[in-house]
Every structure is written in C-alpha cells, then in structure tokens.
C-alpha cells in the first residue's frame, strides 16, 4: 500500500507496553486478592490507571508495614519493584502474611548486591537513589558497603589513597546497573567509574544489570525515531522507564513528550508535524495506549496499520 507523502500517520514502536515482569507481577496480586484485601507498599507499578483498577479490587498502596497492620490488613505485598531483607522481617513481626511480587530480574541483581558485598567488594549501584528497586538492592547489599550515584561526583572518593584528609575509593569496587536506566549512560558512568578506581590502584568489576526488557523497549524507540517527526512516550509520571524513553528520544533528535494520559496531548505540539510515534513504558497498559492512539485519530492522524509484539521472559537472563 502507497502511503501519500503529506498524510498524517501513526507509527508504534515495535516493542512497548507492559513487560512480562509486570504482568507477572498482576497476576500474583490479583490472584492474592480473590482471597481478601491486600496491601502493597507504595504501588505495585508505577502507573496511575492499573493503581486504580486494583484498589477498587481490595489492593490498596500503604506507606508501610505498620500502617498495614494498623489499617486491619492481614497481608501485604512487595511491589514488582522489590524491597530490601527488612520488609519481610517487618511483615513478620506484625503478624501478616507476605505475598512477594518482585520482578524476578530485580531479585537477581539483589542477589548479586548481596554476594558481590560478601566477596569483599564495596558496591555501586547506578541509578536514582530514592526508587525503591534502589533501595531495595542496596538494603540487600548493606548500606555500609554500598552506595546509590547517578554521576562520578556523587561518590564519597576524592582523591588517592594515603593521602593526608583524602578519602580514597575502597580497593575493591563492583558497579550494577538500576534495571530501567540506559545502557550508554550506565556504561559511559561505569568505564568513567573503573578509571577512577583503576587510577588509585583498585580493583573494578561491572556488572550491566539493565534488563532485556528495557534494553530492548529503548532499541525499538531508536529504530522508530528515524521515521517520526514527534514521539510519545506513555506511561506513570513515577515510571523511571518511560521517563528514559523520553529522553532517548529527544537525543536521538526527535521532540519527545512523557505523557501519562491523552488527554496531556497538546495539539500545538502536533503543529507541522506528518508522523507521529507512539511508545510506552514496562507498566503503561494496553489500553492506556491505545486511547493515546484514539486521541490522535480524533487530531487527524491515521491509525497505525500494526500493533506492538509482547515478549516472552528470556531463561537466560536467569543464568547466574
């Protein structure tokens, strides 16, 4: 099919939408709920919609174990982002059951936080450090031997070691990844990192823990940037995955708007422009982007002539 060079057209990136961890994640909680009311601390995922849909199934966000208890929840439940030791042992001592959601990819890098730190490395965890998969890999970790940094200044090492008032880095150094960040900016802070510490007579050793999932969401971004004029990227204000999609875009040349619902579609932003891409982050649904493509339809834009293809979880993103 010819498509005329001045229509106004839609394009979806060929991968988005929920990733398998978070529809896993769903079908713990809402199979845990037919049982009775649960609570989650903090949101399950990071996005308004699905929050709302599953409050109204007896699934309500808390801000901690004890406001769980003392609200009469008898259970409550780690959100797909993960949480540190400290969580259940809280659960435990109020008396609730735990119902754990974590993204089975987060729990691995917790698991490797946990035995890097036993090797004897002091830990770098890559990332935004008030997410709470951060906090929980470094609850995992210990904090005394692990830090949260996003840049190389943010770290407490400023200059060799053995030097009078200097605080030196640790001789032993490992660096995992936030799983949703991207991987240039993860590796370009890591090889920055390992110099650093390779300067000082130090050991280094990187681990990228950014999952398959968002690697691949932000490489289907890449491809779609080249036949687009705008984008949108759809999903939570709160979700660090779509907000890194966004940026992908903008620095692939492309002005990119995060949106979390149509309606903040503004039509100035359409202006001149003839393609329009679509794509959206690990926790938007289905349905939240396909009203985004309605709302563009109704701007004069055609419909897309393909959906998004779902991906399956890949075993050896499980190999230790």
Not at 33 to 51: L, S, W
Not at 53 to 78: D, M, N, T, W, Y
Not at 111 to 117: I, M
Not at 155 to 184: C, E, F, H, I, Y
């Amino acid at each position: 099919m010819t498509i005329a060079a001045t229509e106004k057209r839609i394009v979806l990136a060929e991968v988005m939408g929920y990733c398998w961890g978070v529809r896993r994640a769903l079908e713990i909680i809402q199979q845990a709920a037919q049982q009775g009311p649960v609570a989650t601390v903090g949101d399950v995922i990071h996005n308004p919609q699905v929050v709302e849909r599953l409050r109204a199934q007896g699934i309500e966000p808390v801000g901690s174990v004890l406001e769980a208890r003392e609200r009469g929840f008898r259970r409550v439940a780690i959100t797909a982002h993960g949480a540190g030791p400290q969580r259940a042992r809280e659960a435990e001592e109020a008396g609730l059951e735990l119902i754990d959601t974590t993204c089975p990819l987060v729990t691995k890098v917790q698991r490797l936080a946990e035995k890097l730190v036993r090797q004897g490395y002091f830990l770098v965890v890559y990332g935004d450090a008030n997410h709470p998969e951060v906090r929980g890999v470094l609850g995992w970790a210990g904090t005394s031997r692990a830090v949260a940094a996003k840049h190389l200044e943010d770290l407490p090492w400023n200059g060799p070691r053995g030097m009078p008032g200097v605080t030196a880095p640790p001789r032993k150094v490992a660096v995992v990844s936030q799983t949703t960040k991207q991987t240039d900016e993860f590796l370009a802070f890591a090889l920055g990192l390992a110099n650093w510490v390779a300067r000082h007579g130090g050991e280094i050793r990187i681990v990228n823990t950014i999952c398959q999932p968002t690697w691949e969401r932000q490489e289907a971004l890449r491809a779609l940037a080249q036949e687009v004029d705008v984008l949108f990227a759809v999903g939570g204000r709160k979700s660090s995955n779509t907000a890194r999609l966004a940026e992908v875009g903008r620095a692939c040349g492309v002005p990119s708007y995060h949106i979390e619902r149509p309606e903040e579609i503004d039509p100035a932003w359409l202006e001149g422009k003839r393609v329009v891409g679509v794509t959206a982050g690990a926790s938007t649904p289905d349905e939240v982007v396909l009203a985004v493509v309605d709302r563009l339809v109704d701007l004069g834009f055609r419909r897309p002539d393909r959906l998004w293809r779902y991906e399956a979880p890949d075993l050896d993103d499980f190999a230790e």
